[in-house]
């Protein structure tokens, strides 16, 4: 079974999710199942990363990860008034070396054989580079980490901290203390912030979800691998959600599937805007090619797009975590299946996944 820190969650929570388990008929000790994790979630109401061996379990399905990971040793925990805001926010997988990258407001925690950690694991480095829960995106290819360095606080936006896009080459090696390789500067308002990042390598696209003021928009940097530190202007923005205050804004979502050059971005209530040729998509109104409405509450999800099989990830702060095949093709309302139980009031603040 999954090796809870019952040092820190409730003996209810722990034999619910074992109900729950038992029930389903799904997930399994390392000993029942030693295939490695393709699925991970982080939880941010308990410091907790869940994972799964089964990426696309059937229409209805209830799992408990085969593996969790959680404990002091894994410096997840992001101390009180944590929350979806101003605590552990992204993760990036670089599946061929079976690292994860877990970005809190104590750094950016890195999990080497990622896919078969389980427990109170200690991270094999934490990189320390910016400031505040930062959003992460990950070129596995080049080994450079794109990292935004700002914070979103409650109540309130810093626009002299949360501006910056940080390049952090030879990330799968890169030092405890790190320095950015570079460092781009975007042009920010009062009430301006970074919320969401989705990095298309094979275009060379990175996409910048930006709170303006309480409006979000998405903004192109194409080119980004060779754009040099200093002021960034961007190739292109577009607004994809008129919204009426930070909260809601904060809560939305972008991903993007290279192989296909679509751009995934989530909006309140349960809405997902597909927009074909993102990579081409200039400033000014943008329409979407299709709608997706994912089914359950009225809240909002945190997007992944697996591209290798167009499988879309959408997790939420209701435990769970919905799936959406055939994603690029998708419109209108879909009977997407539950797939992840970790606790009763799980948050997802992320989630990654691989082929």
């Known amino acids: 079974m999954p090796d809870f820190d019952r040092g820190r969650f ?3 929570l722990v034999a619910s999710a074992f109900l ?6 799904g997930g399994g000790s390392g000993s029942d199942d030693v295939r490695p994790s393709k699925l991970f979630a982080l939880d941010v109401a308990h410091s907790a990363v869940g994972s799964t061996a089964n990426a696309n379990p059937p229409p209805g399905t209830g799992l408990v990860p085969e593996r969790i990971i959680n404990g002091g040793d894994t410096k997840l925990s992001g101390g009180s008034g944590c929350d979806f805001r101003n605590c552990i926010s992204s993760m990036a997988l670089d599946s061929p070396r079976d690292q994860l990258y877990v970005s809190t407001r104590r750094g950016i925690l890195v999990f080497n054989k990622a896919g078969t950690a389980t427990g109170n694991v200690a991270p094999s480095r934490v990189i320390n580079i910016g400031a505040g829960p930062r959003f992460i995106q990950l070129n596995v290819a080049s080994d450079v980490l794109y990292i935004s360095s700002g914070t979103i606080p409650s109540g309130a936006v810093d626009p002299t901290s949360s501006n910056l896009i940080l390049a952090l080459n030879s990330a799968s090696t890169a030092s405890d203390l790190s320095t950015a390789s570079r460092t781009l500067t975007l042009t920010m308002g009062p009430n301006d912030t970074i919320i969401g990042f989705a990095l298309d390598a094979t275009h060379d696209v990175l996409y910048v979800a930006i709170s303006r003021n309480t409006d979000v928009n998405v903004g192109l940097i194409r080119g980004v691998a060779s754009k040099p530190s200093g002021a960034l202007t961007l190739d292109a923005e577009f607004l994809v959600s008129a919204t009426t205050n930070v909260a809601d804004a904060i809560r939305e ?3 993007v599937d290279p192989a296909r050059d679509r751009l995934f971005v989530a909006i309140r209530p349960s809405q997902v805007l ?3 040729n993102a990579s081409t998509r200039t400033s000014g109104a943008q329409t979407p090619d299709r709608t997706i409405q994912l089914p359950g509450f009225p809240d909002q999800y945190r997007l992944f797009l697996e591209s290798t099989n167009d499988r879309l990830y ?4 209701h435990n769970q975590v919905l799936i959406v095949n055939n ?3 998708a419109t209108g309302t879909v009977a997407a299946p539950l797939i992840l139980q970790l606790f009763p009031d799980s948050d997802f603040v992320a989630v990654v996944a691989r082929p």
């Not at 729950?20 to 008929?25: E, I, K, N, S, T």
Request: hydrophobic share 50%.
């Open 314 to 317: 959408a997790s939420s702060g």
């Open 274 to 276: 597909v927009f074909d």
């Open 20 to 25: 729950v388990l038992a029930a389903c008929g």
């Open 10 to 12: 409730p003996a209810a």
């Open 253 to 255: 979502s972008i991903s």
């Open 327 to 329: 994603a690029g093709t």
